[in-house]
C-alpha cells in the first residue's frame, strides 16, 4: 500500500483522478442511457445498431487528429473545453424529450457528437496524468487509474439502470451532465503549469505521418500497439457475441448469468489492476505477453466448463486484462516525449477501435459457422498465439543493446520502466 499513499501526497494526480471518477460515471450513465434509447425508439436491431455505430465511428476521422491538437494546445484548456462541450451536447437529449422533439436521428448525433469530442478529450487527459505523476508513484498512478475506470463504468451503468427502471431514460442524462460539471471544477483545479502552445511545423497529416515514423524507431513498443489491436479483435467478439450464446445455451443461465459472468471480469480487472500498482513493474513486454496468454487459457476453459467454474476463468480472464492494459500505458509514458505522447496515444486509441470494431464481424461468423463453445476455443488460441509472438520478439531483442525505446531524456537502461532513483 506504500505506494498508493505516496499518490495521496500529489495534489494535482488526486484532482485528475477526481476528475476522471467524475467523467467515467457521466459516460457510463450517458451509456446505458443510449444503449436503451437506441432500441427503444427503432424497434430494430438493425437501426439500434447503426446509431452504435454512430457513437464509435467518429474514432476513424477524429482518432488521430485529437492526438496531435492535445499535443499542440494546452492540455488542461483543451480537458476544460471539451468536458463543457460534453454537458451542452448531452442536455440535448433531455431538451429534445421536453419539447416532444425526441427521435432516433436525434440520438444519433449526440452519440457522434460526444464521441468526436473524447477524441480530443482522452489524449489530453492521459498525457495530463503522464506530467502529472512521479517515476516513483507511476506503477501505483496508473493501476489505479485503470482500477477507477473499470469500477466507475461497472458502478455507473448499473445505476444508470436502475434509474431508468424508476424515472425515466431521458433524465439520465441530467445526471451525466452535472458529473462532467463536477469533472470541469476538478480540471479546472489543477496546478499544473500552463504548457507552452506547441508551434505547428507541419500540417495536420505530416505530424500524424511523423508520430508514426517516430514510433517506428521504437519497434517494441510499435509492437506492442499491434498486438494489443490483434487481441481486442479476438475478445471484444467473443465478449459481446458469443458470451451471450453460451451463457442462455450452455450454462443455461440466460441474461442474468452473461450480466454475472462480466461483473466477475471486471472485479477481477480491477483486483489485478491495484495488485500490479503495489510493485515496481520493470518488465512489462514480458507482462503484457503473459497476460494474454493466461486471457487465451482463461477462455478456451470458460466456455466449455460448469457455469461455477466459468466464474473463476472469468476472474482469471480480469486479472490478464490488467496485466495487458497497465504495461501498455505505462510503456506509452515512459518511453515517449512529452511533444508525441498525445499522438502516440491516440493512434493506440485507434488501432484498438479497429480491433474492436473488426472483432463482432469475424466471431460472429465463427459463431455462426462453428458454434459459441469452439469459437471461445479457437480464440483462445489466437490469444496464445498473440502472447507467443510478443514473448519471441521481446527474447529476440533482450541482446541486442538496442536503445530506440528510451525516451530521449531517459537513462541507458534495457528496460527503463520504473526508475527510483498513462492516462
Same mark, same amino acid.
Given at each position: 500500500?506504500?505506494?498508493?499513499? %505516496?499518490?495521496?501526497?500529489?495534489?494535482?494526480?488526486?484532482?485528475?483522478?477526481?476528475?476522471?471518477?467524475?467523467?467515467?460515471?457521466?459516460?457510463?450513465?450517458?451509456?446505458?442511457?443510449?444503449?436503451?434509447?437506441?432500441?427503444?425508439?427503432?424497434?430494430?436491431?438493425?437501426?439500434?445498431?447503426?446509431?452504435?455505430?454512430?457513437?464509435?465511428?467518429?474514432?476513424?476521422?477524429?482518432?488521430?487528429?485529437?492526438?496531435?491538437?492535445?499535443?499542440?494546445?494546452?492540455?488542461?484548456?483543451?480537458?476544460?473545453?471539451?468536458?463543457? %462541450?460534453?454537458?451542452?451536447?448531452?442536455?440535448? =437529449?433531455?431538451?429534445?424529450?421536453?419539447?416532444?422533439?425526441?427521435?432516433?436521428?436525434?440520438? !444519433?448525433?449526440?452519440?457522434?457528437?460526444?464521441?468526436?469530442?473524447?477524441?480530443?478529450?482522452?489524449?489530453?487527459?492521459?498525457?495530463?496524468?503522464?506530467?502529472?505523476?512521479?517515476?516513483?508513484?507511476?506503477?501505483?498512478?496508473?493501476?489505479?487509474?485503470?482500477?477507477?475506470?473499470?469500477?466507475?463504468?461497472?458502478?455507473?451503468?448499473?445505476?444508470?439502470?436502475?434509474?431508468?427502471?424508476?424515472?425515466?431514460?431521458?433524465?439520465?442524462?441530467?445526471?451525466?451532465?452535472?458529473?462532467?460539471?463536477?469533472?470541469?471544477?476538478?480540471?479546472?483545479?489543477?496546478?499544473?503549469?500552463?504548457?507552452?502552445?506547441?508551434?505547428?511545423?507541419?500540417?495536420?497529416?505530416?505530424?500524424?505521418?511523423?508520430?508514426?515514423?517516430?514510433?517506428?524507431?521504437?519497434?517494441?513498443?510499435?509492437?506492442?500497439?499491434?498486438?494489443?489491436?490483434?487481441? %481486442?479483435?479476438?475478445?471484444?467478439?467473443?465478449?459481446?457475441?458469443?458470451?451471450?450464446?453460451?451463457?442462455?445455451?450452455?450454462?443455461?443461465?440466460?441474461?442474468?448469468?452473461? &450480466?454475472?459472468?462480466?461483473?466477475?471480469?471486471?472485479?477481477?480487472?480491477?483486483? &489485478?489492476?491495484?495488485?500490479?500498482?503495489?510493485?515496481?513493474?520493470?518488465?512489462?513486454?514480458?507482462?503484457?505477453?503473459?497476460?494474454?496468454?493466461?486471457?487465451?487459457?482463461?477462455?478456451?476453459?470458460?466456455?466449455?466448463?460448469?457455469?461455477?467454474?466459468? %466464474?473463476?476463468?472469468?476472474?482469471?480472464?480480469?486479472?490478464?486484462?490488467?496485466?495487458?492494459?497497465?504495461?501498455?500505458?505505462?510503456?506509452?509514458?515512459?518511453?515517449?516525449?512529452?511533444?508525441?505522447?498525445?499522438?502516440?496515444?491516440? =493512434?493506440?486509441?485507434?488501432?484498438?477501435?479497429?480491433?474492436?470494431?473488426?472483432?463482432?464481424?469475424?466471431?460472429?461468423?465463427?459463431?455462426?459457422?462453428?458454434?459459441?463453445?469452439? !469459437?471461445?476455443?479457437?480464440?483462445?488460441?489466437?490469444?496464445?498465439?498473440?502472447?507467443?509472438?510478443?514473448?519471441?520478439?521481446?527474447?529476440?531483442?533482450? &541482446?541486442?543493446?538496442?536503445?530506440?525505446?528510451?525516451?530521449?531524456?531517459?537513462?541507458?537502461?534495457?528496460?527503463?520502466?520504473?526508475?527510483?532513483?498513462?492516462?
Amino acid at each position: 500500500m506504500k505506494n498508493y499513499y %505516496l499518490l495521496l501526497a500529489n495534489r494535482d494526480f488526486v484532482k485528475i483522478w477526481i476528475a476522471q471518477v467524475f467523467a467515467v460515471l457521466g459516460d457510463a450513465f450517458y451509456r446505458v442511457m443510449f444503449l436503451w434509447m437506441a432500441y427503444e425508439l427503432s424497434r430494430s436491431t438493425v437501426i439500434a445498431g447503426l446509431v452504435v455505430f454512430a457513437g464509435t465511428i467518429p474514432y476513424l476521422f477524429f482518432g488521430l487528429p485529437g492526438g496531435v491538437y492535445a499535443d499542440r494546445w494546452d492540455r488542461k484548456r483543451t480537458m476544460i473545453i471539451a468536458e463543457i %462541450l460534453r454537458t451542452a451536447v448531452v442536455l440535448i =437529449i433531455p431538451l429534445s424529450y421536453a419539447f416532444g422533439a425526441l427521435q432516433i436521428w436525434i440520438i !444519433a448525433v449526440v452519440a457522434f457528437a460526444l464521441a468526436s469530442i473524447r477524441c480530443f478529450y482522452h489524449p489530453a487527459m492521459k498525457s495530463t496524468v503522464t506530467s502529472i505523476l512521479r517515476d516513483e508513484e507511476r506503477s501505483a498512478g496508473v493501476s489505479l487509474m485503470e482500477a477507477t475506470t473499470r469500477s466507475m463504468q461497472v458502478f455507473g451503468m448499473a445505476a444508470g439502470g436502475f434509474l431508468i427502471a424508476a424515472t425515466q431514460a431521458e433524465t439520465v442524462t441530467l445526471v451525466s451532465a452535472a458529473l462532467f460539471l463536477a469533472s470541469i471544477i476538478a480540471v479546472a483545479l489543477l496546478e499544473v503549469p500552463a504548457r507552452r502552445r506547441h508551434r505547428a511545423e507541419r500540417s495536420l497529416f505530416g505530424e500524424v505521418a511523423g508520430s508514426f515514423a517516430y514510433l517506428a524507431k521504437r519497434p517494441q513498443l510499435l509492437w506492442a500497439i499491434i498486438l494489443f489491436c490483434a487481441g %481486442l479483435l479476438v475478445v471484444v467478439g467473443l465478449e459481446k457475441v458469443a458470451m451471450p450464446v453460451v451463457a442462455d445455451h450452455v450454462w443455461g443461465r440466460g441474461a442474468d448469468g452473461f &450480466g454475472l459472468i462480466l461483473a466477475v471480469f471486471s472485479l477481477g480487472s480491477i483486483a &489485478g489492476s491495484l495488485i500490479l500498482g503495489r510493485g515496481e513493474l520493470r518488465s512489462l513486454p514480458p507482462l503484457m505477453a503473459g497476460g494474454w496468454a493466461l486471457w487465451g487459457v482463461a477462455y478456451a476453459l470458460m466456455a466449455s466448463s460448469p457455469y461455477p467454474l466459468a %466464474l473463476v476463468f472469468a476472474a482469471f480472464a480480469g486479472l490478464a486484462d490488467a496485466m495487458v492494459t497497465v504495461p501498455m500505458v505505462l510503456m506509452i509514458q515512459t518511453r515517449v516525449d512529452d511533444e508525441h505522447i498525445g499522438k502516440i496515444f491516440s =493512434i493506440w486509441s485507434t488501432a484498438s477501435f479497429i480491433g474492436e470494431s473488426g472483432s463482432a464481424l469475424m466471431v460472429g461468423f465463427l459463431v455462426q459457422s462453428l458454434g459459441a463453445v469452439l !469459437a471461445f476455443q479457437m480464440g483462445g488460441f489466437g490469444l496464445v498465439l498473440v502472447a507467443l509472438i510478443g514473448w519471441y520478439y521481446v527474447r529476440d531483442r533482450a &541482446g541486442s543493446g538496442s536503445q530506440t525505446d528510451l525516451r530521449p531524456d531517459e537513462a541507458a537502461d534495457p528496460v527503463p520502466v520504473h526508475n527510483t532513483g498513462e492516462i
